[in-house]
């Protein structure tokens, strides 16, 4: 399977809803001291995040449920993560390091898809090259094991991204 990119994955308001609660100032966000954990250079790095829902766990957030619209989409069998990701501007594009979500995919077929809350001059990049720029309520859909780095924006305050790792 090769990347999918999906625009108007939601339905318009269903969409504006979910970007009013996660833009709000009731938003819980979580400071997360790294990114990537893989270079040197990702010492100086920090994002904050949102999780939503964990493997063994389940749901982690009281704002799950405000994901419905999206699951009921996607229909996940098994739902490894559910993680949103802010980073704050930067002066010039930073590129994170290339990554997969999931450490031990195992032998299942893990999807992840990514859900970019606003439109920015960020992008998703994976190791052949191609780039998905961040377009409010577009849905980037690809397996697991394909490694992929995010960016930062220089054109926004911040870049939203929610992250889903599961199994169709």
Request: proline share 3%; glycine share 4%.
């Amino acid at each position: 399977m090769k990347p999918v990119v999906i625009d108007n994955f939601l339905d318009k308001q269903s969409f504006q809803n979910l970007q009013n609660i996660m833009f709000g100032e009731n938003f819980c966000w979580n400071y997360n001291e790294h990114i990537d954990y893989i270079d040197e250079q990702e010492k100086f790095r920090f994002q904050f995040t949102h999780t939503f829902y964990r493997q063994n766990i389940g749901p982690s957030s009281q704002q799950y449920g405000k994901l419905s619209h999206i699951l009921n989409k996607i229909r996940p069998k098994e739902i490894y993560r559910i993680k949103a990701n802010l980073l704050s501007r930067t002066s010039e594009i930073v590129e994170n390091s290339f990554h997969v979500d999931i450490a031990d995919l195992g032998i299942l077929p893990w999807t992840t898809s990514i859900l970019y809350m606003n439109t920015n001059n960020g992008y998703t990049e994976f190791e052949t090259g191609a780039k998905v720029e961040s377009i409010e309520n577009r849905m980037l859909v690809f397996p697991a094991e394909m490694k992929h780095r995010g960016t930062s924006c220089t054109d926004k305050k911040v870049r939203v991204v929610i992250n889903f790792n599961y199994l169709t």
